[in-house]
């Protein structure tokens, strides 16, 4: 089932990724390319097979509960795109109307 | 010209050292020289951090002259790969969303190199995020093969493995999520090693595939890489995969080079269509050294590792897609349209599109693509059972024998722009280096020899079960050592893409 041109808009908006048009039209040949091979994966993998998420050989970690000092706002907002007041400044979250 | 110092290995380095033959100063201030004068040409390092190199060359000697104990690696010069968070310089990613980060906290493998008194040159170039096998991928151009500067060094630690490869570094550190140490390390002609996962520490590694990321060593002679897999690797409560079991004893079996009675498995798979007749030649003369230095060699099926690259760029995007949501313009890195009118998630939109490049935007739609609702069990569900398929093959073949083998790529080095616009193509170039990362266990590439049809190196792919890393020591220094032997000098000795020699 080849993936369509609006299929890849949809993807890159769920990404968060402004994307041309140009961009659009590129990666919807490749990315179709790309799925058309990774589907392989459905010719071996059948019921019954458990998953592997991960290839370490280890269940939950766990730790003792102990205090240790943080970062400190001053080294945290060191690399900040924009701060105020102590705190990261950020573009507004919600639409005025 | 390279000096003297800068031809030495890590060892002889490391022990000149101790024993006051030359100064650790001496030793920097010889590889900052080789970096000044060949790197334009090769384009390893993104950032050379020259003063703090020799600062910390300086340490060293104050240790020495004061009787205190050094490591074994004392003193010694090293490329570190730019994914890793470092106090004292800037972390890029190769991304231009990270351009000039500078990171408040540090890695816990530089921790533990700069405790040990590792001199860390600068930061080396890469594939945006790890992810390419060219550095083509790379937001500040790519690096270059020292074999033949029209050429890709491979990737995605590329820049690491061009600097160890053009005498810039005798140790280089680099990442392999799926074969991203081992392949640059083939195509540049020098030993590179993917440790088990859990076995060095991912605190302070950018992450781009959480369940694969894998830091290890890229050197010019095994012993030197196994030197170097010692000082980094070992338990890291900061890293929740951290494997708490001893570093397995890899200098003691780079020393012990002998093969004799080892049962050595070749993957049947990975042989035929697609890969260069001198690669599959070299192979097969690398498996038939192994037969004359004593090994039981048979020939092992491993059925599912034909599916293993489908099942990876199912995987590996799937986590990327999540692990760089962090990108998002607000607490640091690249912001781009904050106007005042955009509101943040068109801010995170723009930036994104901005910040990363072509291969990161492409994986990150695949990820969210086999992530999503109605096609999630298609794909990224059958890609993790695909995973427990190989797994099993890996099990069961290291039932049947010690360790495997493999050419450790398909192709010798290819040029540069060849593979840039057709992702496919680059992929391949991972095609038998990322089972042994699904599966987690250890596996190593070491130089057997040039192509005859276009004189560029070939690695010998060696994999061993999870823990059992030694044991690709014990292998790679036998042939080493061997083919040392029969040349009379190393493999990387040959390489003249910089008209030095």
Known sequence: MPITRDEVAHLARLSRLALSDAELDHFAGQLDTIIAHVARVQEVAADGIPPTTHAAALTNVFREDVLVPPLGAAAVLDQAPAAEQGRFRVPRILTGD | MASELTRMTAAETASAIAAGEVSAVEVTRAHLDRIEAVDPQVHAFLHVAGESAVSAARAVDERRAAGEPLGPLAG??????DVF??????????????DGWQPPYEATVTQRLRKAGVVILGKTNMDEFAMGSSTENSAYGPSHNPWDLSRVPGGSSGGSAAAVTAFEAPLGIGTDTGGSIRQPAAVCGIVGVKPSYGGSSRYGLVAFASSLDTPGPLARTVLDAALLHEVMSGYDPMDSTSVDAPVPPCVAAARQADVAGLRVGVVAEFSGEGYQAGVLARFGEAVELLESLGAKVTEVSCPHFEYALPAYYLIAPSECSSNLARFDAMRYGLRVGDDGTADAEEVMSLTRAAGF???????????TYALSSGYYDAYYGKA????TLITRDFDSAFEQVDVLVSPTTPTTAFPIGARADDPLAMYLADLCTIPSDLAGNAALSVPCGLAPEDGLPVGLQVMAPVLADDRLYRVASAVEAALVQ???HRLVDEAKGLGDD
């Open chain 2, 76 to 81: 010694v010069p090293l490329a570190l790969k």
């Open chain 2, 85 to 98: 968070t470092t106090v004292d310089m800037p972390t890029t990613c190769g991304s231009r969303i990270l």
């Open chain 2, 357 to 367: 490049g072509a291969e990161v935007k492409r994986r990150i739609m695949l990820g």
């Open chain 2, 384 to 387: 993790q059972q695909v995973r």
């Open chain 2, 486 to 488: 029969r040349w009379g």
